[in-house]
């Protein structure tokens, strides 16, 4: 897939990259869900390794891609990456980056902090004139610490299609008082790469439903039951690509 690789020939085989000269204060892994957008992720390796390093971060880039054509899930190929790097790798901080959102300040730090608070980064989006389109919206770019994560149980494996995995996330957290944090609109701003208009992909029928029992599946639905296999691992120059087959067939 996408090698571009230029000035930043110092990032390790997979996309790992660390300091030098001193000691990360934080590990982060950024997930990236994916499907046939190479456009964007060439754009998006090109756009974020030299800022990632210029933060300092000990940081390494996944991407998630779904087996197969059947029907998307985001939500489970992010539960499975994480599972599968929380197997290989030592990390204290996930963030869940869209293929699509490129950072246009970089003072945005991709950290977590100190606290168990998720980091929700992105409340500025150019489309939605750079102010935050609702209270509860934690899609784009979201750091949480991985204690947290876990506490929350993951992402839902039930949102296929397009939307709403990411407000159950939202509800996740508020019935763990996991208050979400926000940098100041003049920093967590991005631009989202053009791209068609998925909402025709929403199944609000099931969308709304679930987003009224999100606090009393959280429990049952995510980490702990999700079934998947690993289909490939590969390390690119840039990036570690793993694919996941997510059983379709079962919702
Ligand atoms: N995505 C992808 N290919 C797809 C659909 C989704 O790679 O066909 C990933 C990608 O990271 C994208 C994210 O899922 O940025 C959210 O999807 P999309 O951008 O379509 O959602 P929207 O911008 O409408 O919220
Ligand atoms: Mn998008």
């Known amino acids: 897939m996408a090698e571009t690789s230029g000035e930043n020939h110092d990032v390790e085989l997979g996309g790992h990259w660390s300091p030098r000269d001193c000691l990360a204060r934080s590990r982060v892994i950024i997930i990236i869900p994916y499907r046939d957008r190479l456009d964007h992720l060439k754009r998006w390796l090109h756009h974020y390794h030299p800022i990632l390093k210029r933060q300092l971060l000990d940081y390494r880039v996944v991407v998630t891609e779904q087996y197969g054509n059947g029907i998307f ?6 539960n499975a990456a994480f599972l599968e790097c929380r197997k290989a790798y030592r ?7 869209d293929v699509d959102m490129l950072l246009e300040n970089d003072l945005n730090m991709y950290v977590c902090g100190n606290d168990t608070t998720p980091k929700h980064l992105s409340p500025a989006v150019d489309q939605f004139h750079y102010k935050l389109f609702y209270l509860g919206l934690v899609g784009g770019v979201l ?25 159950d996330m939202w509800e996740r957290f ?3 008082n996991a208050t979400v944090k926000r940098p100041p609109l003049t920093i967590g701003r991005y631009t989202m790469n053009k791209h068609a208009s998925r909402r025709g992909q929403a199944n609000y029928t099931m969308i709304y439903p679930l987003l009224k029992t999100s606090r009393s599946r959280m429990r049952s639905d995510g980490l702990n039951n999700i079934s998947y296999s690993l289909v490939t691992v590969k390390l690119h120059r840039l990036y570690t690509h793993l ?3 997510v059983d379709t067939s079962a919702s």
Do not use: L
């Not at 990390?91 to 980056?97: A, K, M, N, Q």
């Not at 750091?143 to 407000?167: H, L, M, R």
């Open 73 to 78: 899930n985001k939500g489970r190929i992010m």
């Open 91 to 97: 990390f204290d901080c996930v963030i869940f980056h």
């Open 143 to 167: 750091a949480i610490p991985v204690n947290t994560f876990v506490k929350v149980n993951g992402y839902s494996n039930q949102f296929w299609g397009w939307g709403g995995e990411d407000d």
């Open 174 to 176: 508020v019935a763990v």
């Open 243 to 245: 694919v996941f087959d």
